[in-house]
């Protein structure tokens, strides 16, 4: 069975760390990413890693606060969350594909099931 098990969320004043995990099962991605949805807001591509390690992605709004790492052998990819904001509050969702087209992947096709972030101000 082919899945994405996040965990690592949760509440954090507004200066603080988080960090996600997003656990793969059942198959080898050849991109990973996280994903955040916040109420009212449409799902945006927060960043994105490549098997390689060679080509990651970050959304502009998190550049310098956020890093995405993998660990291959482990199947995992992680999301080191630094200096969080309010705004920050989201679900986040670890999602994968089998082959990027394009760079940052836009076809994801494997999702895990979220994770809620609340950052308090």
């Known amino acids: 069975q082919v899945q994405l098990v996040e965990s690592g969320g949760g509440l954090v004043q507004a200066g603080g760390s988080l960090r996600l995990s997003c656990a793969a099962s059942?198959?080898?991605?050849?991109?990973m990413g996280w994903f955040r949805q916040a109420p009212g807001k449409e799902r945006e591509l927060v960043t994105a890693?490549?098997?390689?390690?060679?080509?990651?992605y970050y959304t502009d709004s998190v550049k310098g606060r956020f890093t995405i790492s993998r660990d291959n052998a482990k199947n995992t990819v992680y999301l080191q969350m630094n200096s969080l904001k309010p705004e920050d509050t989201a679900v986040y969702y670890c999602?994968?594909?089998?082959?990027?087209?394009?760079?940052?992947?836009?076809?994801?096709?494997?999702w895990g099931q979220g994770t809620q972030v609340t950052v308090s101000s």
């Open positions: 890693i490549s098997y390689s390690l060679l080509s990651t």
């Open positions: 059942g198959r080898t991605f050849s991109s």
């Open positions: 999602a994968a594909t089998r082959r990027a087209l394009q760079w940052p992947p836009t076809d994801f096709g494997t």
